[in-house]
């Protein structure tokens, strides 16, 4: 399987992932994670959001990237939206301690578990990003360049003769 194949096939179910747990935003209390994305989302915006606006801006967010993964659309700019959220899903750890670590060390809950498989995802989306390749085009000289290329030979040889 070449390259490309195994790219497309890891956008894939990075995006049916997105499509799955976002879809399960919309309808209340259908998502697990539904109360600690509100909780988080009212941390990292001082209250400013409203509960039950945020967990449907997060729906969209989720489910939106989904579709540009699944079908290819917009790459680049979905791994980037999508980093941008994987970054905020760790928010909990510092937000929420008790809710993430259990009291035997290095133990952690099912939200703490929840959280940190998104290493797994972070890594999947590092793996599909394309860098945007610079192409250079291939350098003619203008008319102008050709011009003072041509005086400046001339200017050589005039220093060489004397």
């Known amino acids: 399987m070449n390259k490309q194949v195994k ?3 890891m956008a894939m179910a990075i995006g049916l992932v997105y499509l799955w747990f976002g879809a399960l935003k919309f309808v209340p209390n259908l998502s697990p994670a539904e109360d600690l994305a509100k909780n988080t989302i009212d941390q990292l915006t001082f209250g400013l959001i409203p509960d039950d606006v945020s967990i449907i801006l997060l729906a969209i967010w989720e489910v939106g990237l989904g579709f540009l993964l699944i079908f290819g659309f917009l790459r680049r700019q979905a791994v980037i ?3 941008v959220h994987m970054v905020c899903t760790f928010a909990p750890l510092f937000f929420f301690p008790n809710d993430v670590f259990g009291a035997e060390p290095l133990s952690l809950t099912l939200v703490g578990q929840y ?3 998104n290493l797994i995802i972070i890594a999947a989306f590092l793996s599909i990003y394309d860098k945007k390749e610079v192409v250079q085009k291939a350098h003619t000289p203008t008319t102008v360049q050709k011009q003072s290329s041509h ?4 200017g050589k040889n005039l220093f060489k003769k004397a």
């Not at 005086?151 to 001339?154: C, D, H, K, S, V």
């Open 7 to 9: 790219t497309r096939l």
């Open 81 to 83: 939206l999508g980093l």
């Open 115 to 117: 959280i940190i498989k």
């Open 151 to 154: 005086w400046i030979l001339a």
